[in-house]
């Protein structure tokens, strides 16, 4: 669910997610069966899928990262795929 802006409105913009992540002005969620990751595209019910399972994710204004699920490197979405940027790991944040 989304807040609309107004009251006590909220519209719903999916459906069961394990884990929601959100910042900047994206949002990803992590599929409640298998772990995949998938990006909101803004549009109620619109999702794509970025990934497979991760253990964490984090979101700044302009960038997606992840933690593989056994923690052993950082990634980031370049819009086409990961790529590896840092190593082992027990949490990740993100900020402007």
């Given at each position: 669910m989304r807040w609309t802006g107004s009251?006590?409105?909220w519209e719903q913009v999916?459906?069961?997610a394990a884990a929601?992540?959100?910042g900047g002005t994206s949002m990803?969620?992590?599929d409640p069966h298998d772990g995949d990751v998938f990006r909101f595209?803004?549009?109620p019910g619109s999702w794509t899928q970025i990934g497979g399972a991760g253990a964490?994710?984090?979101l700044s204004g302009t960038h997606i990262?992840?933690?593989t699920p056994t923690r052993s490197a950082v990634t980031v979405?370049?819009?086409s795929g990961w790529n590896g940027i840092g190593g082992a790991a027990a949490q990740i944040a993100a900020g402007r």
């Open positions: 009251g006590d409105r999916g459906g069961p929601l992540y959100a990803v969620a992590t595209n803004g549009t964490h994710f984090a990262y992840g933690l979405w370049t819009g």
